[in-house]
Protein backbone atom coordinates (compact mmCIF):
# COMPACT_ATOMS: atom_id res chain seq x y z
CA UNK A 1 0.00 0.00 0.00
CA UNK A 2 1.37 3.58 -1.04
CA UNK A 3 2.48 5.80 1.64
CA UNK A 4 0.59 8.94 1.52
CA UNK A 5 -0.90 12.05 3.06
CA UNK A 6 -4.08 13.25 1.25
CA UNK A 7 -5.79 9.78 1.66
CA UNK A 8 -5.52 8.00 4.87
CA UNK A 9 -7.30 4.34 3.80
CA UNK A 10 -6.10 2.35 7.62
CA UNK A 11 -7.99 5.46 9.49
CA UNK A 12 -11.71 5.36 6.67
CA UNK A 13 -11.51 1.61 7.71
CA UNK A 14 -11.23 1.85 10.92
CA UNK A 15 -13.64 4.78 11.22
CA UNK A 16 -16.27 2.79 9.20
CA UNK A 17 -15.83 -0.28 11.72
CA UNK A 18 -16.04 2.11 14.69
CA UNK A 19 -19.31 3.19 12.92
CA UNK A 20 -20.62 -0.37 12.40
CA UNK A 21 -19.60 -1.01 16.00
CA UNK A 22 -21.34 1.92 17.68
CA UNK A 23 -24.47 1.59 15.67
CA UNK A 24 -24.53 -1.94 16.58
CA UNK A 25 -23.80 -0.71 20.56
CA UNK A 26 -26.56 1.53 20.55
CA UNK A 27 -29.04 -0.81 18.82
CA UNK A 28 -28.45 -3.59 21.80
CA UNK A 29 -29.04 -0.81 24.18
CA UNK A 30 -32.20 -0.03 22.41
CA UNK A 31 -33.17 -3.53 22.14
CA UNK A 32 -32.37 -4.06 25.93
CA UNK A 33 -33.97 -1.09 27.59
CA UNK A 34 -37.62 -1.59 25.26
CA UNK A 35 -37.89 -5.19 25.39
CA UNK A 36 -37.97 -5.20 21.85
CA UNK A 37 -36.21 -6.68 18.83
CA UNK A 38 -38.42 -4.71 16.32
CA UNK A 39 -38.67 -0.99 17.81
CA UNK A 40 -38.82 0.14 13.98
CA UNK A 41 -39.65 -0.76 10.62
CA UNK A 42 -36.42 -0.35 9.28
CA UNK A 43 -35.57 -3.24 11.94
CA UNK A 44 -37.81 -5.99 9.94
CA UNK A 45 -40.32 -4.22 7.99
CA UNK A 46 -42.21 -7.64 7.66
CA UNK A 47 -42.04 -8.33 11.20
CA UNK A 48 -43.19 -4.71 11.95
CA UNK A 49 -46.39 -4.98 10.09
CA UNK A 50 -47.13 -8.52 11.31
CA UNK A 51 -46.55 -6.64 14.68
CA UNK A 52 -48.86 -4.41 14.06
CA UNK A 53 -51.84 -5.92 12.77
CA UNK A 54 -51.41 -8.67 15.98
CA UNK A 55 -51.77 -5.45 18.26
CA UNK A 56 -54.66 -4.01 16.83
CA UNK A 57 -56.15 -7.72 16.86
CA UNK A 58 -55.54 -8.00 20.24
CA UNK A 59 -57.31 -5.06 21.19
CA UNK A 60 -60.02 -5.88 19.16
CA UNK A 61 -59.88 -9.19 21.27
CA UNK A 62 -60.31 -7.36 24.65
CA UNK A 63 -63.20 -5.26 23.69
CA UNK A 64 -65.14 -8.72 22.22
CA UNK A 65 -64.56 -9.98 25.73
CA UNK A 66 -65.72 -6.84 27.07
CA UNK A 67 -68.76 -7.00 24.54
CA UNK A 68 -68.86 -10.59 25.39
CA UNK A 69 -68.73 -10.09 29.19
CA UNK A 70 -71.96 -7.41 28.73
CA UNK A 71 -74.06 -9.36 27.44
CA UNK A 72 -73.52 -12.11 30.05
CA UNK A 73 -74.95 -9.31 32.55
CA UNK A 74 -77.94 -8.39 29.99
CA UNK A 75 -78.95 -12.20 30.07
CA UNK A 76 -78.37 -12.56 33.75
CA UNK A 77 -80.58 -9.62 34.65
CA UNK A 78 -83.29 -10.67 32.79
CA UNK A 79 -82.98 -14.41 34.21
CA UNK A 80 -82.77 -13.37 37.29
CA UNK A 81 -86.11 -10.87 37.38
CA UNK A 82 -88.02 -13.94 35.35
CA UNK A 83 -87.18 -15.87 38.52
CA UNK A 84 -88.72 -12.92 40.59
CA UNK A 85 -91.55 -13.20 38.07
CA UNK A 86 -91.92 -16.05 38.80
CA UNK A 87 -91.92 -16.63 42.25
CA UNK A 88 -94.57 -14.25 42.28
CA UNK A 89 -96.78 -16.10 39.76
CA UNK A 90 -96.38 -19.54 42.03
CA UNK A 91 -97.46 -17.60 45.05
CA UNK A 92 -100.05 -16.25 42.96
CA UNK A 93 -100.80 -20.07 41.85
CA UNK A 94 -101.15 -21.10 45.60
CA UNK A 95 -103.33 -19.06 46.22
CA UNK A 96 -105.47 -19.57 43.75
CA UNK A 97 -105.72 -23.22 44.21
CA UNK A 98 -106.84 -22.30 48.29
CA UNK A 99 -109.39 -20.06 46.63
CA UNK A 100 -110.69 -23.07 44.54
CA UNK A 101 -111.13 -25.44 47.51
CA UNK A 102 -114.41 -23.61 48.26
CA UNK A 103 -114.65 -23.74 51.99
CA UNK A 104 -114.05 -19.91 51.93
CA UNK A 105 -116.40 -17.17 52.51
CA UNK A 106 -116.01 -13.62 50.88
CA UNK A 107 -114.15 -12.17 53.29
CA UNK A 108 -111.24 -14.97 53.24
CA UNK A 109 -112.03 -14.47 49.44
CA UNK A 110 -110.94 -10.53 49.82
CA UNK A 111 -107.97 -11.02 52.04
CA UNK A 112 -106.81 -13.64 48.71
CA UNK A 113 -107.78 -11.12 46.23
CA UNK A 114 -106.08 -9.03 47.95
CA UNK A 115 -102.90 -10.49 47.58
CA UNK A 116 -102.89 -11.56 45.09
CA UNK A 117 -103.93 -7.84 43.08
CA UNK A 118 -100.27 -7.02 45.43
CA UNK A 119 -98.22 -9.91 43.57
CA UNK A 120 -99.53 -9.06 40.10
CA UNK A 121 -98.69 -4.90 40.76
CA UNK A 122 -95.31 -6.54 41.84
CA UNK A 123 -94.92 -8.08 38.41
CA UNK A 124 -96.06 -5.24 36.41
CA UNK A 125 -93.54 -3.34 38.52
CA UNK A 126 -90.52 -5.78 37.97
CA UNK A 127 -91.44 -5.78 34.36
CA UNK A 128 -91.29 -2.02 33.92
CA UNK A 129 -88.22 -1.31 35.63
CA UNK A 130 -85.64 -4.29 34.06
CA UNK A 131 -83.51 -2.33 33.03
CA UNK A 132 -79.82 -2.79 31.66
CA UNK A 133 -77.52 0.06 29.93
CA UNK A 134 -80.83 1.99 29.05
CA UNK A 135 -82.55 -0.91 27.48
CA UNK A 136 -85.93 -2.06 29.36
CA UNK A 137 -86.12 -5.67 28.56
CA UNK A 138 -89.71 -6.67 29.34
CA UNK A 139 -91.86 -3.77 28.11
CA UNK A 140 -91.83 -4.77 24.38
CA UNK A 141 -89.09 -1.82 23.96
CA UNK A 142 -86.76 -4.43 21.99
CA UNK A 143 -88.36 -4.97 18.54
CA UNK A 144 -85.43 -7.00 17.02
CA UNK A 145 -82.97 -9.20 17.71
CA UNK A 146 -79.90 -7.96 19.56
CA UNK A 147 -76.74 -9.11 18.08
CA UNK A 148 -73.31 -9.48 21.05
CA UNK A 149 -70.38 -8.76 18.67
CA UNK A 150 -67.91 -11.51 20.14
CA UNK A 151 -65.25 -11.72 17.53
CA UNK A 152 -62.70 -9.37 15.06
CA UNK A 153 -65.00 -9.22 12.20
CA UNK A 154 -68.17 -8.51 10.59
CA UNK A 155 -69.61 -12.14 9.34
CA UNK A 156 -72.15 -13.82 11.55
CA UNK A 157 -68.84 -15.82 13.03
CA UNK A 158 -68.06 -13.33 14.68
CA UNK A 159 -71.59 -12.59 16.50
CA UNK A 160 -74.14 -13.97 18.87
CA UNK A 161 -77.58 -12.66 17.89
CA UNK A 162 -79.98 -13.14 21.19
CA UNK A 163 -83.52 -13.37 19.74
CA UNK A 164 -86.23 -10.46 20.46
CA UNK A 165 -88.50 -13.20 22.00
CA UNK A 166 -86.34 -13.61 24.80
CA UNK A 167 -86.97 -9.76 25.49
CA UNK A 168 -90.77 -10.37 24.75
CA UNK A 169 -93.60 -8.13 27.32
CA UNK A 170 -93.40 -9.62 30.65
CA UNK A 171 -96.42 -7.65 32.33
CA UNK A 172 -99.47 -9.29 33.84
CA UNK A 173 -101.46 -8.44 30.86
CA UNK A 174 -99.44 -9.09 28.41
CA UNK A 175 -99.07 -12.51 29.68
CA UNK A 176 -102.46 -13.58 30.67
CA UNK A 177 -103.25 -12.29 27.43
CA UNK A 178 -101.29 -14.34 25.10
CA UNK A 179 -102.23 -17.46 26.76
CA UNK A 180 -105.66 -17.42 27.23
CA UNK A 181 -108.93 -17.07 24.91
CA UNK A 182 -110.64 -14.72 27.01
CA UNK A 183 -109.52 -11.08 27.59
CA UNK A 184 -108.09 -9.37 30.47
CA UNK A 185 -107.78 -6.23 30.96
CA UNK A 186 -106.04 -5.14 34.54
CA UNK A 187 -104.73 -6.58 36.67
CA UNK A 188 -108.06 -6.22 38.92
CA UNK A 189 -109.71 -8.64 36.61
CA UNK A 190 -106.80 -11.10 36.68
CA UNK A 191 -107.31 -11.03 39.98
CA UNK A 192 -110.81 -11.83 40.40
CA UNK A 193 -110.43 -14.53 37.97
CA UNK A 194 -107.92 -16.25 40.64
CA UNK A 195 -109.43 -15.38 43.49
CA UNK A 196 -113.18 -16.22 42.30
CA UNK A 197 -114.14 -13.17 44.45
CA UNK A 198 -115.73 -10.24 42.28
CA UNK A 199 -115.87 -7.08 43.75
CA UNK A 200 -117.64 -4.67 41.87
CA UNK A 201 -120.88 -7.61 41.68
CA UNK A 202 -119.74 -8.22 45.34
CA UNK A 203 -119.88 -12.47 44.57
CA UNK A 204 -118.46 -15.05 44.27
CA UNK A 205 -117.62 -16.28 40.70
CA UNK A 206 -115.96 -20.09 39.95
CA UNK A 207 -113.44 -19.69 37.38
CA UNK A 208 -110.37 -20.77 40.23
CA UNK A 209 -109.94 -23.92 38.15
CA UNK A 210 -109.43 -22.39 34.89
CA UNK A 211 -107.24 -19.81 35.79
CA UNK A 212 -105.14 -22.56 37.44
CA UNK A 213 -104.36 -23.65 33.92
CA UNK A 214 -103.47 -20.02 32.55
CA UNK A 215 -101.46 -19.18 34.97
CA UNK A 216 -99.60 -22.78 34.51
CA UNK A 217 -99.22 -21.68 30.78
CA UNK A 218 -98.12 -18.40 31.80
CA UNK A 219 -95.40 -20.44 33.86
CA UNK A 220 -94.08 -22.60 31.48
CA UNK A 221 -93.98 -19.95 29.04
CA UNK A 222 -91.41 -18.09 31.61
CA UNK A 223 -89.14 -21.31 31.89
CA UNK A 224 -89.16 -21.55 28.17
CA UNK A 225 -87.58 -18.25 28.09
CA UNK A 226 -85.54 -18.62 30.70
CA UNK A 227 -84.34 -22.52 28.95
CA UNK A 228 -83.19 -19.93 26.16
CA UNK A 229 -81.88 -17.45 28.12
CA UNK A 230 -79.63 -20.16 29.92
CA UNK A 231 -78.47 -21.55 26.04
CA UNK A 232 -77.34 -17.86 25.20
CA UNK A 233 -75.76 -17.87 28.40
CA UNK A 234 -73.75 -20.97 27.60
CA UNK A 235 -72.85 -19.83 23.61
CA UNK A 236 -71.75 -16.36 25.43
CA UNK A 237 -69.47 -18.15 28.08
CA UNK A 238 -67.99 -20.27 25.12
CA UNK A 239 -67.56 -17.31 23.14
CA UNK A 240 -65.62 -15.35 26.36
CA UNK A 241 -63.23 -19.02 26.81
CA UNK A 242 -62.55 -18.57 22.91
CA UNK A 243 -61.55 -15.07 22.98
CA UNK A 244 -59.12 -16.15 26.09
CA UNK A 245 -57.45 -19.31 23.29
CA UNK A 246 -57.16 -16.68 20.46
CA UNK A 247 -55.88 -13.79 22.53
CA UNK A 248 -53.22 -16.07 24.18
CA UNK A 249 -52.04 -17.61 21.11
CA UNK A 250 -51.95 -14.33 19.29
CA UNK A 251 -49.89 -12.61 22.62
CA UNK A 252 -47.57 -15.62 22.37
CA UNK A 253 -46.76 -15.04 18.56
CA UNK A 254 -46.56 -11.64 19.06
CA UNK A 255 -43.63 -12.38 21.63
CA UNK A 256 -41.57 -14.58 19.51
CA UNK A 257 -41.46 -12.02 16.51
CA UNK A 258 -41.15 -8.80 18.28
CA UNK A 259 -39.73 -9.34 22.09
CA UNK A 260 -36.15 -9.22 22.56
CA UNK A 261 -34.18 -12.04 23.62
CA UNK A 262 -32.19 -10.36 26.88
CA UNK A 263 -29.59 -12.85 27.08
CA UNK A 264 -28.68 -12.74 23.38
CA UNK A 265 -28.90 -9.09 23.20
CA UNK A 266 -26.58 -8.49 26.15
CA UNK A 267 -24.12 -10.84 24.65
CA UNK A 268 -24.45 -8.66 21.33
CA UNK A 269 -23.81 -5.11 23.96
CA UNK A 270 -20.50 -6.55 24.94
CA UNK A 271 -19.29 -7.64 21.57
CA UNK A 272 -20.07 -4.27 20.21
CA UNK A 273 -18.38 -2.63 23.16
CA UNK A 274 -15.35 -4.62 22.53
CA UNK A 275 -15.31 -3.85 19.40
CA UNK A 276 -15.90 -0.02 19.80
CA UNK A 277 -13.25 0.10 22.47
CA UNK A 278 -10.47 -1.92 20.08
CA UNK A 279 -11.62 0.47 17.00
CA UNK A 280 -10.99 3.76 18.94
CA UNK A 281 -7.82 2.60 20.06
CA UNK A 282 -7.14 1.88 16.47
CA UNK A 283 -8.45 4.59 14.76
CA UNK A 284 -5.85 7.09 16.79
CA UNK A 285 -3.34 4.91 15.71
CA UNK A 286 -4.47 4.93 11.97
CA UNK A 287 -4.84 9.04 11.69
CA UNK A 288 -0.49 8.59 12.74
CA UNK A 289 0.12 6.89 9.79
CA UNK A 290 0.37 9.82 7.52
CA UNK A 291 3.16 11.26 9.96
CA UNK A 292 5.62 8.43 9.05
CA UNK A 293 6.08 10.05 5.40
CA UNK A 294 7.82 13.31 7.64
CA UNK A 295 10.54 10.27 8.27
CA UNK A 296 10.84 10.31 4.77
CA UNK A 297 11.59 13.75 4.32
Same mark, same amino acid.
Given at each position: ???????? %??????? $?????????????????????????????????????????????? #??????????? #??????????????????????????????????????????????????????????????????????????????????? *??????????????? #?? *???????????????????????????????? *???????????????????? $????????????????????????????????? $???????????? %???? %????????????????????????
Amino acid at each position: MALTINTN %ISSLIVQ $RNLNAATNSLNQAIERMTTGYKINHAADNAAGYSISTNWETQLGSL #DVAADNAATGA #DMLTTLEDTYSLISSHLQRVRDLTEQAANGTYGSDSLKAIKSEITARLEEIDRIAANCEFNGINMMNGDVAEDIALQVGLYSD *VNSQIVLSQTLFAPA #DT *VTLFDENTGQTVATVDDIAELCSGYDSDASQI *VGNQAVMLDEIDKVLNEISA $RTTTLGAAQNRIDSAIESISVQSENITSSLSTL $RDADVAEESSNY %IQAQ %ILQQASATLLATANQLPSIALNLI
